[in-house]
C-alpha cells in the first residue's frame, strides 16, 4: 500500500502570509489583546517584516478573523480622534491550538509519550479524522 504524502506543517503556517499569520499569533499571544495598528506597528519591530504595510496586516487579520484564529475583545479610544473606537482583536482557543500544534514535534511526541497521553490525544483528534 502507497504511503500519503501528509504535511504536518498546518495550513495557516504555509504559502506567502505564513511568515506574518505567525507574526499576529505571537505577538497576540504575548501582549493580550490588540487594535490592527498596534499589531502593524509590533510586526514592524521584526527584521523579516520591517516593510509591512497597515493594508497588508489588516486584510490578514480580516481572513483570520473569518477562520475563527481571531476574535473581538471589545473596543478601545483612539487618541488622535475624539470620538472614535477602535476594535481590539484577541487569539481564539482554535489559534492557541495551532501555535501548539506548531512548535510539538509529532514523531518525537508519538515516540516519547505515555501510553496514556497518546490514548488522550486519540480520543480527542480520532472524531475528527473521518474514521
Known sequence: M???KASTRLSVFKGREARLNLAIFQILALKGPLTI???????????HLAGTKYPVVLRRVRRLEESNYLEKAGTRKIKTQPCDQAVLYQLTARAYLAILLNKIN???FTQTASEESIIAALVALL?????
Do not use: C, I, W
Not at 37 to 46: G, H, T
Not at 127 to 131: A, E, K, L, S
Open 106 to 108: 509529532l514523531d518525537n
Open 37 to 47: 495598528y498596534d499589531m502593524r506597528r509590533e510586526v514592524r519591530k521584526q527584521k
Open 127 to 131: 472524531p475528527h479524522t473521518g474514521f
Open 2 to 4: 502507497a504511503r500519503s
